[in-house]
Nanobody, 121 residues
Framework: VQLQAFGGGLVQAGDSLRLSCVAS????????MGWFRQAPGKEREFVAV????????IDADSVKGRFTASRDNAKNTAYLQMNSLKAVDTAVYYC???????????????WGQGTEVTVSS
């Protein structure tokens, strides 16, 4: 599975942004799609994950109520809708695929290249 994430940019605090992750291959629905982020000087952290059929999601406490992971299997695309963005959300965001619906980055063998989100306060 090859993944390509895009949609990042520079926004102001309180704004919204939607990230997209396009996957290659015919078995997209077989994989849970996770979103992770890495801020400067910090370790990569889990953000959200959506199950293969899109019916279940898990959100990190830091983004709960603001970010929503979803997917469109017909388009081989996963999304991360980010609302009420804060300066602390500034990071490089990565999408990743796993056959397991989990939050641990080590369980994701496939990763996109990352897209940078900068939130100015």
């Amino acid at each position: 599975v090859q993944l390509q994430a895009f949609g990042g940019g520079l926004v102001q605090a309180g704004d919204s942004l939607r990230l997209s992750c396009v996957a290659s291959g015919r078995t997209f629905s077989y994989y849970a799609m996770g979103w992770f982020r890495q801020a400067p000087g910090k370790e990569r952290e889990f953000v959200a994950v959506v199950s293969g059929n899109g019916g279940s999601t898990i959100d990190a406490d830091s983004v709960k109520g603001r970010f929503t992971a979803s997917r469109d299997n017909a388009k081989n695309t996963a999304y991360l809708q980010m609302n009420s963005l804060k300066a602390v959300d500034t990071a490089v965001y990565y999408c990743a695929a796993s056959v397991l619906f989990r939050v641990d980055a080590i369980l994701y063998p496939y990763w996109g290249q990352g897209t940078e989100v900068t939130v100015s306060s």
